[in-house]
Every structure is written in structure tokens, then in C-alpha cells.
């Protein structure tokens, strides 16, 4: 994915369908999307049971959030509501558009939607002792390692049931709050991020400042951009707790996202000292990466994935090696990954649309689109429905424009769902806007997205932002940071080259556009034909 970062690395096996309720049945059926009542019914039961029993409806004073944190689990399920209009209104607008082609996709694109909103909502707050006082208990009688066997949904329900008995387990309810973050995350699904903040908040008031809720907080934090305050609670973890292999994960995650290089790579050293294992491993690649240290990358992945046992630690390591390959222009190597990736799990988002992306740089057109379809049917995420609008533009069929248009609104829909549950989706808002939506929108999210942090990506999102808007001798600068690091990305490159060209630097323009080519001739079906074009025009 791009841009790639370890949001995603493993603490757990990745997971499918959604799970929690402190009601009896521990999974309730969900109805599909194309029953609008069933919808609507389920909407209001979810948003209704996301609020806390009365009695532990507001958490400890110690335990809120420091300022300028995640938001506060109540006010992340009110604007649920709200991010349900816009996501309707934005569906709508799809469908208005291209109701005479593919309904049968576009209704499964808006069914993962609705999902997000509906699908098995849980009761954190509402399970109590019967005088409504909280007491702590021993640590969970359930590990946290329960979580890694590969089978996210099965251990997430034996959690729940072990839940409704010990309602008092902080280690259980940290636990869960992990859980959600890693379904959020590998599912594309934000509206469990809100319902993770309850588990870990329930958690810390039933035992202040346990180092697995804190742990959960930083990742928490991480997965909704906000970098700054994972790398405090991993700080805060770590002060307590040297050897914490998430804590030292998430630290590392942070300082990357920060763009603090030098320091994420001691980061990763000492982590690796600590807790040398496939979290630490693929972090420690991925700062390599960044480096342009391709070969040291590579040979740490070989090595994690070799050591990989559960299906979720070899799904995300041979997808991780799959991405590096696919970078460099490797796409029998990228297959094979992607391959080993799929034969771990089926179902596993990144090395599907790593399949697609290097079908269509190979130049099997219809097996990509096909595959993206498929990706974008069951998770509409930012990143694979621009792909797959590309995709559609570069066929150039007939319906392709408008089938391209309907990619390019969901993204729209999705954004506004992520922002609606505490998200920051400027970086998404950035690179999908600059290209195929508004152009000032795109530059305010890039601007905004520098402001937080200073990173390749982020360098290189403001500075295609600026030349889209036809600001490019300020846009240069940016571009060449993005650079700066040696991080071999094909697209960064492409940017620069652009920018180069249109600020009068011909011969910089051609060697960064024949780079990008050389490197990943197939790194984007539009950017690579523009790139071919431009240095034909320049001859």
C-alpha cells in the first residue's frame, strides 16, 4: 500500500467479522445493506448500545484523555449519526451518478459501508458487578498472546464470554480494546476505533495505569494518526516496562510517523536488543526501507518470515515482502509473496491488492481490475479505490470515465466516515483529492497533514498538492525531501520529475522521470504513462 507504513504490523492475526455484545448471543446476525429498514433498526440499536451504563458512563478523572487526544468514547459514538448522513449522501450521489452500470458492486461497496456503522456493536461500559462498584482483579486470566493465533473473530468471542463471567478483569478488557484496533485496522473499519477507546477506558478504571491498557492506548492512538500521543503513552509504558514488545512496537511507529528517522532507528535497534521478534523484525526492515537500505529490509523480512508460525504473522510478513519487491520493480518476486501471503489467509487485504497492483503492472489489465473489484467490494478503502478508478481511466472503455468517478466519491464516503470516528485522514484526503477531486481541498489537507508531521509521505503529498494547484516553485523543495532519505519509491520520483520539468529543470526532469520508470515501470497506470509521455514530448 501506499504510503506504506507499519500501522499495520502484527500484535494479533488479522480479523473478519465483528464481534462484541455483553447481550446473550455473542455475535448477532448482521442484515445486509439493501434492506434499508433492517439498516436503519440495526443503526439505532448499534449507536444506542455504544453508550456506557449509567453507572459507568463517565470515566475517572484520572483516566481521561490528556488534551489533544483521541476523543472521548461517548462523543465518537454521537457522531456516528452525522457520519451515517454524509456516508448515505456521498453513496447517493455514487449511485445518481452510475446507476445504469455495475449495481451489483456499487451496492457492495455501500453494504462495507454500512457495515461500519452497523455491524455488531458492543456494550463496553454496561457490564457491571451487581452494586454497580467497580474492583480491580488479578491480570486477565486471558493472554494476550490468545489474540495471535491467527483466528481473530474465535478468540475475540472466547474473550467476550470470558467477559460476561469476569466483568472486573482489566487484562480482559485491555485485551478486547486491542482487538478492536487490529479489526479496525485490518478491516478498514473506523467505527471500531470508538468502541476500543470504551474497552481500554473500562479497563484503566478498573486498574489505573496497567501497563496493557496504556500499551493499547499508544496503539490506539497510532491507528488514528495521532503519533504524538502514541509515542507518550508508549513513553509511559516503557518507563515501567523496558521490555515491552508492543510499547517498544509502537514507539518505533510513532517516531517513523513523525518522521523522526534517526530516532525510529535507534528505536528499532534497542527494540530488536530487547525483543527480537517478527513485530520488532518488520519494523526494523521498514525503517531500513526508509533509508533506501533495501537489501538489509529484505533480509530481515526473509528472516521473520521464517520464524513466522501463526497465520497472521506469515500474512503480513510475505505481504510486507511482497510490497518491498513490487517497489523495486520485482513483480515475479512480488507474486510469489503475495501468494505465500494469500495461502496463510484468503482473505487478507494488502496482498490482494498487491496481487491486482502487480497483475496491472505486468500488464494483465483484466486480471487486475477484476481482483481490485473484489478488494473494493468487501473493504472500500481509500488507497485500492483509486487504484481501481485508475484502472478503469487507463481501459478507457465504455462507462470507464464514469466507473472511475464512482470509485473517486466513495473515497469521499469513506473519509468522512474515518474523520466521524477521530481519524485524521488528511494524508488520504491529500493524495486521492490532488488527483481526482478538489484540488484546494487536497492542498489544505496536505498543509495541514505538514503541520502535524514531517515525513517522506507527507513531504510528498504537500508538494504534489502544490503543484496540482500550479504552485510549483514551492513545491519543489518538498518534492526533493521526499527524496531525501533514499527511500526507492517510484511515485516520489514521478512527483519530483513533474515538478522539475514545470519549473524549467529539464535535465533534472528527465533523470527523475527515467528513475521512476527504471525503478517500477508500472508503479501507476496513469503516473506511468504521463512520465512516458513527458519524456517523449521532451526529446
Known amino acids: 500500500m501506499s504510503p506504506r507504513t507499519n500501522e499495520s504490523a502484527p500484535e494479533g492475526g488479522p480479523g473478519e467479522r465483528s464481534v462484541a455484545t455483553t447481550e446473550p448471543d455473542p455475535a448477532p446476525p448482521v442484515r445486509t445493506a439493501q434492506d434499508p429498514s433492517a439498516r436503519s433498526a440495526e443503526r439505532e440499536t448499534a449507536e444506542r ?61 455501500a453494504a462495507s459501508l454500512a457495515v461500519a456503522l452497523t455491524a455488531g456493536a458492543v456494550v463496553v461500559g454496561a457490564v457491571r458487578d451487581g452494586s454497580g462498584a467497580a474492583a480491580a482483579t488479578a491480570p486477565s486470566a486471558v493472554s494476550p498472546q490468545l489474540l495471535a493465533g491467527g483466528d481473530l473473530d474465535t478468540s475475540i468471542t472466547a474473550l467476550q464470554a470470558h467477559l460476561r463471567v469476569q466483568p472486573k478483569d482489566f487484562g480482559g ?29 473500562r479497563s484503566l478504571k478498573l486498574r489505573p495505569g496497567n501497563e496493557s491498557a496504556l500499551a493499547g492506548r499508544a496503539a490506539l492512538a497510532a491507528a488514528r494518526h495521532d503519533f504524538t500521543g502514541a509515542l507518550r503513552y508508549a513513553d509511559t509504558v516503557l518507563d515501567e516496562n ?46 531500513h526501507e526508509l533509508r533506501g537500505d533495501v537489501r538489509t529490509a529484505r533480509r530481515v523480512l526473509e528472516q521473520a518470515l521464517a520464524t513466522s508460525t501463526s497465520r497472521g504473522d506469515i500474512s503480513y510478513v510475505a505481504g510486507a515482502l511482497g510490497q518491498l519487491a513490487w517497489n523495486q520493480g520485482q513483480y515475479k518476486d512480488a507474486l510469489t509473496f503475495y501468494a505465500r501471503a494469500l495461502a496463510a489467509d484468503d482473505t487478507y487485504l494488502p496482498a490482494l491488492e498487491g496481487r491486482a497492483r502487480t497483475q496491472a503492472a505486468l500488464g494483465d489489465q483484466a486480471a487486475a481490475i477484476k481482483g481490485m473489484e473484489q478488494v473494493v467490494a468487501r473493504y472500500p478503502l481509500p488507497q485500492p479505490l483509486v487504484e481501481l478508478g485508475e484502472l478503469y481511466e487507463a481501459r478507457g472503455g ?3 470515465a464514469g466507473k472511475a468517478h464512482a470509485q473517486y466519491a466513495l473515497v469521499d464516503a469513506w473519509i468522512a466516515l474515518a474523520h466521524s470516528y477521530g481519524v485524521d485522514a488528511d494524508l488520504d484526503t491529500a493524495l486521492a483529492a490532488a488527483d481526482h477531486g478538489d484540488r484546494a481541498a487536497a492542498l489544505k489537507a496536505a498543509r495541514d497533514e505538514w503541520a502535524r508531521r514531517h515525513t517522506v509521505h507527507t513531504a510528498d503529498a504537500l508538494a504534489w498538492a502544490l503543484h496540482v ?12 525531501r521526499a527524496t531525501a532519505t533514499g527511500y526507492r519509491n517510484a511515485s516520489f520520483l514521478y512527483h519530483r520529475g513533474m515538478i522539475e520539468r514545470a519549473t524549467g529543470h529539464g535535465k533534472e526532469a528527465r533523470a527523475s522521470l527515467r528513475a521512476a520508470l527504471d525503478l517500477n515501470a508500472g508503479f501507476s497506470p496513469l503516473g506511468a504513462r504521463a512520465a512516458r509521455k513527458a519524456l517523449e514530448d521532451d526529446k
Request: proline content about 7%; overall charge negative.
Open 469 to 480: 494547484n500550479g504552485r510549483d516553485t514551492e513545491a519543489l523543495p518538498y518534492a526533493r
Open 242 to 287: 523496558p521490555y515491552s514488545e508492543r510499547a517498544l512496537s509502537s514507539r518505533i511507529d510513532a517516531l517513523v510517523e513523525l518522521g523522526r528517522y534517526s530516532e525510529a532507528s535507534k528505536a528499532a535497534d534497542l527494540a530488536d536488543s530487547r525483543r527480537p521478534g517478527v513485530p520488532v523484525f518488520t519494523r526494523y526492515a521498514y525503517v
Open 49 to 109: 448500545d455504544q453508550e456506557p451504563a449509567e453507572g459507568d458512563r463517565e470515566p475517572a478523572e484520572s483516566d481521561r484523555e490528556p488534551a489533544g487526544a483521541d476523543r472521548e468514547p461517548a462523543a465518537a459514538a454521537a457522531g456516528s449519526t452525522e457520519a451515517g448522513d454524509e456516508r448515505v449522501a456521498a453513496v447517493r450521489r455514487v449511485s445518481a451518478a452510475a446507476r445504469r452500470w455495475r449495481t451489483v458492486q456499487l451496492v457492495a461497496c
Open 173 to 201: 478488557w485491555a485485551t478486547l480494546g486491542l482487538a478492536y484496533v487490529e479489526q479496525a485496522r485490518t478491516k478498514g473499519d473506523p467505527s471500531r476505533y470508538p468502541q476500543a477507546q470504551q474497552a481500554l477506558d
Open 398 to 400: 465504455p462507462g470507464d
